[in-house]
């Protein structure tokens, strides 16, 4: 029988927050609303006040105490098994072979009791982690790597008793990259990450729209107004700095000391100041790989690159996709990736690009869908609507910088895909065995213009990603896809 192992008591206090974390506005609106009907329609007793208060803790700790108190896991020979629960229990079994990366994460206050949270991905996760130790010892990571890498039988064997134990050799890494905090601010500045902020900030107030009086909005609104046009805009830049600095600052808390390593058979990517966050990635898992270029991050030369597996990221937002460079020169992180990752060489200076054609193609879409709007919203709303006259002005500069991001390339194993969906120009390298389909499109508008769109998808987490180029010669197209095609495949 295999042992059952149970969680590190400081799993309760992370659950608690977890929780506290999940339901902190619909309590506050919720409380918030109850005092608010309550202070306006009569009095309310103090033992009224104690008792909702003691029932919103009750909701937050039962179910941390709850999931604590039942949660077991067992390493098996075979897979590992996961129970909890006490009304609905549930039953997990993961072969230890379907695992695709093992990701560490290490709260401040999980350090000085040496335990960390696991997350285990499978290619069937859902677009999330299918098992979640939240606190055990650290050893259990590697161990649990050493059983998906069939290294079992050498753990349990028990050397005599004569014979002193072996003292436990840490691999050294065979390359380290480490961003230094300038680059993590220049990184946070370029990002964008402020329009999430706001976002976010958005969103939260809107859940206090409905217990907000409309009377002291209404007033409030006014009063601004009042102000006069410059006031409002020094506020609206103040608020757009505050946000820029969290932003900064919480990039900062993220990637605090961001090192990716390189061992024989994983890339390892470890980062964060509160909660230090180690991922293990199968370099037999990796499907592709993306450089990331933003408008604002190519003019300074600046780049950020992702790998595409398997598995999951273990962030529910981007299953799949695994930050290896957050930012770095691009001629530098090409370098990086061929030292990383040799099985992907390619030059970019070989990509063959679309056909000069194409530019026309590329402005003919995107001023039709401008032109015929911000002609109708002029004429609607003039002088007003004369503003919309900008749209076809940026459509035109989105269309030339599509064109001119528009690339492919291949070699005996490897395709290059470049192209610019919005706003990043995306640079997509895939091994030629990862491929999962390809596609060509052609209207007959575009069969006479010989010109045609590429598709080619490939696994991403539990889903698949997509990597398409638009308006590339047809001869192109066509070699590309006899270069895919199963009588083209060297054995």
Known sequence: MFEERRLHPIALIKEIITNVRRNIVPIVVGLFSVFRAINSNGYLPNWAVYLIIAVVILLILTPAILKYITYKYTLEDQGIRIKYGLIFRKNTYIPYERIQTVQKKQWFFFIPFNVCQVLIETAGGKGKAEADLVAVPVGVVDELKDLRDGKKAAIQEVTPETEEPAVEVVEAPEKTVMLQTKQLILMAVTSGGVFGTLIIVLAFMQQFRE???????????????????????????????????????????????????????????????????????????????????????????????????????????????????????????????????????????????????????????????????????????????????????????KAIASYRATGVFTDNHTLLVQSRPIFSKLTHIIRKERIQGLRL???????????????????????????????????QAIAIYNWYSPSETSN
């Open 441 to 475: 499109r052609q209207s007959i508008w575009m069969e006479k213009g010989k010109s045609s769109h590429l598709n080619v998808w490939l696994k991403s987490g539990s889903t698949s990603a997509e990597a398409y180029v638009r308006y590339i010669h047809q001869d």
């Open 211 to 397: 217990v907000i009086p409309t009377d002291w909005m209404e007033a409030q609104a006014e009063q601004l107004w009042k102000m006069g046009i410059i006031v409002l805009i020094v506020l609206i830049v103040l608020i757009l700095l505050v946000l820029w600095g969290i932003s900064i600052v919480t990039t900062l808390f993220k990637y605090f000391q961001f090192k990716l390593m390189k061992y024989p058979n994983s890339l390892v990517v470890e980062k964060g100041l509160l909660e230090r966050n180690h991922t293990t990635i199968s370099l037999a898992r990796i499907q592709g790989i993306t450089i990331i270029e933003s408008p604002l991050r190519q003019m300074l030369g600046l780049v950020a690159v992702k790998v595409i597996t398997a598995g999951n990221s273990g962030d529910e937002k981007q299953s799949g996709d695994i930050l290896l460079l957050p930012i770095m020169k691009k001629e530098l992180a090409l370098q990086t990736l061929k030292e990383m990752l040799p099985d992907y060489l390619f030059e970019m200076e070989t990509m063959e690009r679309a056909p000069k054609i194409s530019l026309r193609r590329f402005l003919r879409i995107y001023l039709i869908w401008t032109i015929i709007p911000a002609v109708i919203a002029s004429i609607l709303f003039f002088p007003f609507g004369l503003i919309s006259i900008i749209l076809p002005v940026l459509a035109g500069i």
